[in-house]
Protein backbone atom coordinates (compact mmCIF):
# COMPACT_ATOMS: atom_id res chain seq x y z
CA UNK A 1 0.00 0.00 0.00
CA UNK A 2 1.34 3.65 -0.70
CA UNK A 3 1.82 5.17 2.14
CA UNK A 4 2.12 8.88 2.96
CA UNK A 5 6.24 9.99 3.48
CA UNK A 6 4.32 11.36 7.20
CA UNK A 7 3.78 8.08 8.21
CA UNK A 8 6.79 6.58 6.93
CA UNK A 9 8.50 8.89 9.00
CA UNK A 10 6.65 8.37 12.22
CA UNK A 11 7.76 4.65 11.54
CA UNK A 12 11.14 5.22 10.55
CA UNK A 13 13.35 2.31 12.06
CA UNK A 14 10.55 0.55 13.77
CA UNK A 15 10.02 -2.20 11.54
CA UNK A 16 13.83 -3.54 11.92
CA UNK A 17 14.14 -5.95 14.78
CA UNK A 18 12.39 -9.00 13.79
CA UNK A 19 13.99 -10.94 16.28
CA UNK A 20 12.30 -8.78 19.56
CA UNK A 21 9.97 -6.55 17.43
CA UNK A 22 11.50 -3.69 19.07
CA UNK A 23 9.87 -0.62 17.41
CA UNK A 24 12.49 1.52 17.83
CA UNK A 25 15.80 0.56 15.99
CA UNK A 26 18.62 -0.70 18.57
CA UNK A 27 21.89 1.13 19.04
CA UNK A 28 24.42 -1.66 17.48
CA UNK A 29 27.62 -0.36 19.31
CA UNK A 30 30.03 -3.09 18.02
CA UNK A 31 32.74 -2.13 15.67
CA UNK A 32 34.00 -5.90 15.24
CA UNK A 33 31.02 -8.68 13.47
CA UNK A 34 31.43 -12.80 14.63
CA UNK A 35 31.95 -14.37 11.02
CA UNK A 36 29.84 -18.09 11.53
CA UNK A 37 32.71 -19.82 9.58
CA UNK A 38 35.58 -19.32 6.61
CA UNK A 39 34.41 -17.23 4.05
CA UNK A 40 30.74 -16.74 5.63
CA UNK A 41 29.52 -13.32 6.93
CA UNK A 42 26.02 -12.37 8.97
CA UNK A 43 26.50 -9.33 6.08
CA UNK A 44 28.41 -7.04 8.77
CA UNK A 45 31.56 -7.24 9.39
CA UNK A 46 33.85 -4.48 10.28
CA UNK A 47 31.82 -1.07 10.90
CA UNK A 48 33.35 1.33 8.69
CA UNK A 49 32.02 -0.54 5.62
CA UNK A 50 28.89 -1.76 7.29
CA UNK A 51 27.20 -1.05 10.73
CA UNK A 52 23.73 -2.63 11.53
CA UNK A 53 22.21 0.74 13.20
CA UNK A 54 23.21 2.85 10.14
CA UNK A 55 22.54 0.10 7.71
CA UNK A 56 18.94 0.78 8.81
CA UNK A 57 19.21 4.83 8.68
CA UNK A 58 20.72 4.20 4.97
CA UNK A 59 17.61 2.16 3.79
CA UNK A 60 15.10 3.89 5.38
CA UNK A 61 17.07 7.25 4.11
CA UNK A 62 17.20 5.55 0.82
CA UNK A 63 13.42 5.00 0.75
CA UNK A 64 12.64 8.35 1.54
CA UNK A 65 14.44 10.39 -0.79
CA UNK A 66 13.29 7.75 -3.74
CA UNK A 67 17.24 6.63 -4.11
CA UNK A 68 18.38 3.29 -4.86
CA UNK A 69 21.35 3.76 -2.09
CA UNK A 70 22.33 6.20 0.78
CA UNK A 71 25.42 6.56 2.13
CA UNK A 72 25.84 7.99 6.12
CA UNK A 73 28.41 10.56 7.13
CA UNK A 74 29.50 12.05 9.98
CA UNK A 75 28.96 15.55 8.43
CA UNK A 76 27.63 17.33 5.60
CA UNK A 77 30.68 18.08 4.50
CA UNK A 78 31.94 14.91 4.53
CA UNK A 79 28.98 13.48 2.38
CA UNK A 80 29.60 16.98 -0.46
CA UNK A 81 33.15 15.43 -0.11
CA UNK A 82 32.71 11.86 -0.88
CA UNK A 83 30.46 13.39 -3.59
CA UNK A 84 33.23 15.46 -5.30
CA UNK A 85 35.45 12.94 -4.99
CA UNK A 86 33.74 10.89 -8.18
CA UNK A 87 35.59 13.50 -9.91
CA UNK A 88 38.84 12.97 -11.47
CA UNK A 89 41.77 15.18 -12.11
CA UNK A 90 41.44 17.48 -14.86
CA UNK A 91 37.29 17.40 -14.70
CA UNK A 92 35.70 20.70 -14.18
CA UNK A 93 31.82 21.13 -11.72
CA UNK A 94 29.10 23.71 -12.51
CA UNK A 95 27.85 25.12 -9.24
CA UNK A 96 25.34 27.31 -7.89
CA UNK A 97 27.03 30.83 -7.11
CA UNK A 98 25.22 31.27 -4.12
CA UNK A 99 26.33 28.55 -1.85
CA UNK A 100 27.18 27.36 1.54
CA UNK A 101 30.59 29.15 2.48
CA UNK A 102 31.88 25.32 3.59
CA UNK A 103 30.97 24.04 -0.17
CA UNK A 104 33.12 27.07 -1.65
CA UNK A 105 35.86 26.51 0.68
CA UNK A 106 35.97 22.72 -0.15
CA UNK A 107 36.46 23.09 -3.56
CA UNK A 108 38.66 25.96 -3.64
CA UNK A 109 41.06 25.00 -0.76
CA UNK A 110 40.85 21.24 -1.26
CA UNK A 111 39.59 20.22 -4.52
CA UNK A 112 41.05 22.89 -6.91
CA UNK A 113 44.43 21.83 -5.73
CA UNK A 114 43.11 18.51 -6.84
CA UNK A 115 42.90 19.25 -10.25
CA UNK A 116 38.99 19.97 -10.00
CA UNK A 117 37.86 23.24 -11.22
CA UNK A 118 34.77 24.52 -10.30
CA UNK A 119 32.44 27.68 -12.32
CA UNK A 120 30.08 29.14 -10.37
CA UNK A 121 27.04 30.52 -11.77
CA UNK A 122 23.07 31.15 -11.22
CA UNK A 123 22.11 27.41 -11.74
CA UNK A 124 18.89 28.42 -12.38
CA UNK A 125 20.02 30.26 -16.19
CA UNK A 126 20.49 27.33 -18.20
CA UNK A 127 22.42 29.80 -21.02
CA UNK A 128 24.94 30.36 -17.94
CA UNK A 129 25.35 26.75 -17.44
CA UNK A 130 25.85 26.19 -21.26
CA UNK A 131 28.77 28.93 -21.20
CA UNK A 132 30.52 27.12 -18.80
CA UNK A 133 30.23 23.72 -20.07
CA UNK A 134 33.48 21.76 -21.37
CA UNK A 135 32.77 18.83 -23.62
CA UNK A 136 34.58 16.06 -21.77
CA UNK A 137 35.79 17.97 -18.77
CA UNK A 138 32.61 19.10 -17.32
CA UNK A 139 31.01 16.21 -15.52
CA UNK A 140 29.14 17.67 -12.76
CA UNK A 141 26.32 20.38 -12.07
CA UNK A 142 25.49 20.68 -8.43
CA UNK A 143 22.77 23.06 -7.47
CA UNK A 144 21.25 24.30 -3.70
CA UNK A 145 18.20 25.54 -4.24
CA UNK A 146 16.74 27.49 -2.05
CA UNK A 147 20.72 28.48 -2.28
CA UNK A 148 22.16 29.60 0.98
CA UNK A 149 22.15 32.65 2.03
CA UNK A 150 20.23 34.38 -1.01
CA UNK A 151 17.36 31.97 -1.33
CA UNK A 152 17.69 31.74 -4.78
CA UNK A 153 15.19 29.08 -6.71
CA UNK A 154 16.67 26.53 -9.57
CA UNK A 155 14.50 24.32 -11.62
CA UNK A 156 15.86 20.93 -11.03
CA UNK A 157 13.60 19.62 -13.83
CA UNK A 158 15.52 21.80 -16.23
CA UNK A 159 19.04 21.35 -15.00
CA UNK A 160 18.35 17.42 -14.75
CA UNK A 161 17.10 17.10 -18.41
CA UNK A 162 20.11 19.41 -19.37
CA UNK A 163 22.69 17.53 -17.54
CA UNK A 164 21.33 14.12 -18.93
CA UNK A 165 21.91 15.55 -22.30
CA UNK A 166 25.07 16.42 -21.45
CA UNK A 167 26.36 13.07 -19.57
CA UNK A 168 27.10 14.97 -16.43
CA UNK A 169 26.03 14.32 -13.13
CA UNK A 170 22.77 16.67 -11.13
CA UNK A 171 23.55 17.13 -7.52
CA UNK A 172 21.38 18.52 -5.69
CA UNK A 173 21.92 20.07 -1.88
CA UNK A 174 18.61 19.48 -0.54
CA UNK A 175 19.75 20.29 2.74
CA UNK A 176 17.19 23.23 3.06
CA UNK A 177 14.20 21.52 1.83
CA UNK A 178 14.28 17.75 2.95
CA UNK A 179 12.58 15.03 1.20
CA UNK A 180 9.28 16.48 2.88
CA UNK A 181 9.46 19.66 1.02
CA UNK A 182 11.29 18.83 -2.00
CA UNK A 183 12.52 15.18 -4.25
CA UNK A 184 15.41 16.35 -6.13
CA UNK A 185 15.56 12.73 -7.59
CA UNK A 186 11.98 12.74 -8.39
CA UNK A 187 12.68 15.63 -10.35
CA UNK A 188 15.70 14.29 -12.91
CA UNK A 189 18.58 14.76 -10.49
CA UNK A 190 20.92 11.76 -10.08
CA UNK A 191 22.46 12.45 -5.94
CA UNK A 192 20.88 14.47 -2.94
CA UNK A 193 23.03 15.80 -0.46
CA UNK A 194 21.83 16.47 2.89
CA UNK A 195 23.86 18.45 6.15
CA UNK A 196 21.28 16.60 7.78
CA UNK A 197 22.79 17.91 10.83
CA UNK A 198 19.81 20.79 10.18
CA UNK A 199 16.29 19.81 9.36
CA UNK A 200 16.86 16.14 9.26
CA UNK A 201 17.98 15.46 12.62
CA UNK A 202 16.43 19.01 13.64
CA UNK A 203 17.65 18.98 17.30
CA UNK A 204 20.46 21.27 17.22
CA UNK A 205 22.71 18.66 18.44
CA UNK A 206 23.91 16.04 15.96
CA UNK A 207 26.40 16.32 12.93
CA UNK A 208 25.61 14.00 10.42
CA UNK A 209 25.34 14.12 5.91
CA UNK A 210 23.43 11.59 3.69
CA UNK A 211 24.35 10.88 0.32
CA UNK A 212 21.38 8.88 -1.70
CA UNK A 213 21.67 8.30 -5.30
CA UNK A 214 20.05 6.74 -8.86
CA UNK A 215 21.09 3.78 -10.14
CA UNK A 216 23.56 0.67 -8.44
CA UNK A 217 26.65 1.56 -9.90
CA UNK A 218 26.37 5.22 -8.49
CA UNK A 219 25.76 4.08 -5.06
CA UNK A 220 28.31 1.00 -4.93
CA UNK A 221 30.61 3.99 -5.68
CA UNK A 222 29.33 6.24 -3.50
CA UNK A 223 29.20 3.46 -0.58
CA UNK A 224 33.02 2.51 -1.81
CA UNK A 225 34.54 6.01 -1.12
CA UNK A 226 32.22 5.86 2.29
CA UNK A 227 34.30 3.16 3.62
CA UNK A 228 37.87 3.94 1.58
CA UNK A 229 37.58 7.46 3.50
CA UNK A 230 35.88 6.10 6.84
CA UNK A 231 33.80 9.60 7.62
CA UNK A 232 31.10 7.54 8.41
CA UNK A 233 28.45 7.86 10.88
CA UNK A 234 28.21 6.48 14.59
CA UNK A 235 25.98 3.89 15.61
CA UNK A 236 24.76 6.49 18.60
CA UNK A 237 24.33 9.51 15.83
CA UNK A 238 22.77 7.41 13.34
CA UNK A 239 19.38 6.60 16.02
CA UNK A 240 19.83 10.12 16.68
CA UNK A 241 19.05 10.84 13.12
CA UNK A 242 16.30 8.02 12.76
CA UNK A 243 15.03 9.39 15.97
CA UNK A 244 15.31 13.18 15.06
CA UNK A 245 13.25 12.44 11.15
CA UNK A 246 10.38 10.68 12.74
CA UNK A 247 9.41 14.33 13.66
CA UNK A 248 10.34 15.61 10.16
CA UNK A 249 6.81 16.05 9.43
CA UNK A 250 4.97 17.71 11.65
CA UNK A 251 8.55 19.92 12.79
CA UNK A 252 8.68 21.20 9.10
CA UNK A 253 5.16 22.05 8.84
CA UNK A 254 5.84 24.16 11.89
CA UNK A 255 8.62 25.38 10.78
CA UNK A 256 7.38 26.90 7.54
CA UNK A 257 4.28 28.59 9.52
CA UNK A 258 6.50 30.42 11.72
CA UNK A 259 8.74 31.62 8.56
CA UNK A 260 5.76 32.65 6.15
CA UNK A 261 4.35 34.57 9.39
CA UNK A 262 7.99 36.23 10.49
CA UNK A 263 9.13 36.98 6.76
CA UNK A 264 5.31 38.89 6.22
CA UNK A 265 6.15 40.45 9.49
CA UNK A 266 9.38 41.62 9.01
CA UNK A 267 8.43 42.93 5.14
CA UNK A 268 6.41 45.58 6.58
CA UNK A 269 9.04 46.73 9.18
CA UNK A 270 10.49 50.17 8.46
CA UNK A 271 13.96 49.18 9.56
CA UNK A 272 13.96 45.92 6.79
CA UNK A 273 14.97 46.37 3.40
CA UNK A 274 14.18 43.07 1.84
CA UNK A 275 12.98 39.94 3.28
CA UNK A 276 14.59 36.99 0.85
CA UNK A 277 11.90 34.11 1.16
CA UNK A 278 10.37 32.04 -1.74
CA UNK A 279 7.54 31.39 0.56
CA UNK A 280 6.27 35.13 0.11
CA UNK A 281 4.71 36.36 -3.37
CA UNK A 282 6.77 39.06 -3.57
CA UNK A 283 9.42 36.48 -3.86
CA UNK A 284 11.07 36.66 -7.84
CA UNK A 285 10.89 32.97 -7.91
CA UNK A 286 7.42 31.84 -6.12
CA UNK A 287 6.07 30.48 -8.74
CA UNK A 288 8.73 28.06 -9.79
CA UNK A 289 9.19 27.03 -6.09
CA UNK A 290 5.58 26.58 -5.80
CA UNK A 291 5.35 24.56 -8.94
CA UNK A 292 8.58 22.39 -7.73
CA UNK A 293 8.42 21.75 -3.77
CA UNK A 294 5.41 20.99 -1.83
CA UNK A 295 5.99 23.84 0.59
CA UNK A 296 8.56 26.21 2.11
CA UNK A 297 11.14 26.04 4.55
CA UNK A 298 11.92 27.66 7.34
CA UNK A 299 14.69 29.63 6.65
CA UNK A 300 15.16 33.07 5.09
CA UNK A 301 17.19 35.60 4.75
CA UNK A 302 16.46 39.60 5.09
CA UNK A 303 18.41 42.80 4.62
CA UNK A 304 18.88 45.59 7.33
CA UNK A 305 18.75 49.45 6.04
CA UNK A 306 21.67 49.85 7.68
CA UNK A 307 25.06 47.83 8.50
CA UNK A 308 24.73 49.37 12.07
CA UNK A 309 21.73 48.13 13.32
CA UNK A 310 23.13 44.74 13.03
CA UNK A 311 25.60 44.67 16.11
CA UNK A 312 23.03 46.01 18.37
CA UNK A 313 19.88 43.40 16.99
CA UNK A 314 22.00 40.59 17.51
CA UNK A 315 22.58 42.18 21.12
CA UNK A 316 19.49 42.16 22.14
CA UNK A 317 17.78 39.05 20.53
CA UNK A 318 17.03 36.47 22.94
CA UNK A 319 14.91 33.83 22.50
CA UNK A 320 16.24 33.75 19.09
CA UNK A 321 19.53 32.69 19.52
CA UNK A 322 23.05 34.21 17.26
CA UNK A 323 24.44 31.02 16.45
CA UNK A 324 25.69 29.71 13.61
CA UNK A 325 23.01 27.16 11.99
CA UNK A 326 19.81 26.41 10.86
CA UNK A 327 16.83 23.30 10.72
CA UNK A 328 16.76 22.92 14.06
CA UNK A 329 13.42 23.19 16.54
CA UNK A 330 15.43 26.18 18.45
CA UNK A 331 15.61 29.57 16.20
CA UNK A 332 18.81 31.05 15.09
CA UNK A 333 19.93 33.67 13.91
CA UNK A 334 23.27 33.86 11.66
CA UNK A 335 25.48 37.34 10.25
CA UNK A 336 26.52 35.11 6.87
CA UNK A 337 29.30 37.60 5.81
CA UNK A 338 31.37 37.06 9.14
CA UNK A 339 29.80 33.59 9.80
CA UNK A 340 28.69 31.03 7.30
CA UNK A 341 30.24 32.43 4.59
CA UNK A 342 33.62 34.30 5.40
CA UNK A 343 35.48 31.90 3.70
CA UNK A 344 33.95 33.06 0.51
CA UNK A 345 36.60 36.32 -0.78
CA UNK A 346 34.94 39.74 0.02
CA UNK A 347 34.47 40.51 -3.75
CA UNK A 348 32.69 37.46 -4.25
CA UNK A 349 30.31 38.12 -1.38
CA UNK A 350 29.81 41.58 -2.81
CA UNK A 351 28.65 40.83 -6.65
CA UNK A 352 26.43 38.17 -5.44
CA UNK A 353 24.71 40.20 -2.89
CA UNK A 354 25.76 38.71 0.73
CA UNK A 355 26.42 42.18 2.14
CA UNK A 356 26.96 43.30 5.50
CA UNK A 357 23.32 44.23 5.78
CA UNK A 358 22.38 40.11 5.47
CA UNK A 359 21.17 38.38 7.93
CA UNK A 360 19.71 34.56 7.93
CA UNK A 361 17.33 33.53 10.17
CA UNK A 362 15.79 29.58 10.82
CA UNK A 363 12.91 29.93 12.17
CA UNK A 364 12.38 27.46 15.08
CA UNK A 365 9.12 25.15 16.47
CA UNK A 366 8.62 28.01 18.92
CA UNK A 367 5.36 30.24 18.95
CA UNK A 368 5.31 32.59 15.95
CA UNK A 369 4.04 35.55 18.29
CA UNK A 370 7.11 35.02 20.59
CA UNK A 371 9.41 35.43 17.65
CA UNK A 372 7.80 38.36 16.20
CA UNK A 373 8.03 40.01 19.90
CA UNK A 374 11.54 39.18 20.01
CA UNK A 375 12.50 40.64 16.69
CA UNK A 376 10.31 43.76 17.23
CA UNK A 377 12.16 44.41 20.92
CA UNK A 378 15.47 43.74 18.97
CA UNK A 379 14.80 45.98 16.25
CA UNK A 380 13.19 49.13 18.65
CA UNK A 381 16.46 48.55 20.78
CA UNK A 382 18.77 48.49 17.27
CA UNK A 383 17.30 52.13 16.21
CA UNK A 384 18.15 53.62 19.66
CA UNK A 385 21.64 52.56 19.66
CA UNK A 386 22.26 53.79 16.00
N1 LIG B 1 25.16 22.09 2.87
C1 LIG B 1 24.46 23.13 3.36
C2 LIG B 1 23.38 23.75 2.50
C3 LIG B 1 24.71 23.63 4.63
O1 LIG B 1 24.01 24.67 5.10
C4 LIG B 1 25.75 23.03 5.40
C5 LIG B 1 26.08 23.52 6.76
O2 LIG B 1 25.62 24.57 7.18
C6 LIG B 1 26.47 21.96 4.86
C7 LIG B 1 26.14 21.51 3.59
C8 LIG B 1 27.56 21.29 5.64
O3 LIG B 1 27.00 20.46 6.62
P1 LIG B 1 27.70 20.10 8.04
O4 LIG B 1 27.78 21.37 8.81
O5 LIG B 1 26.76 19.09 8.60
O6 LIG B 1 29.05 19.54 7.75
New binding site residues.
Given amino acids: MQQHIDSRLAQLGSTHDARTGAVSTPIYQATAFRHPALGQSTGFDYARTKSPTRTVLETECAHIEGGDGCSAFS??????HAVLSLLRPNEHIIVSMD?????YRLLEHVMRPLGIRASYVDTNDIDAIRQQYVAGMTRMVLI?TPS?PLMMITDIARVGAWARAHDVLCVV?N??MTPYLQRPLALGADIV??????YLAGHNDV???LVIARGEALCARIAFIQNAVGAVLAPLDSWLLLRGMKTLALRMQRHEHNATRVAEWLSTHPLVKTVLYPGLPSHPQYALQAQQAHGNTGIFSFRVRDAALVAPLLAHISLIAFA????GVESLMTYPAVQ?HADIPADVRARIGVDDTLLRLSCGIEHSDDLIADLAYALDAAARSV
Avoid: F, P, Q, W
Avoid at 99 to 103: E, S
Avoid at 193 to 198: F, G, V
Fill in positions: SGMAAVLYGGTENDTLIHSATKLAGESLGT
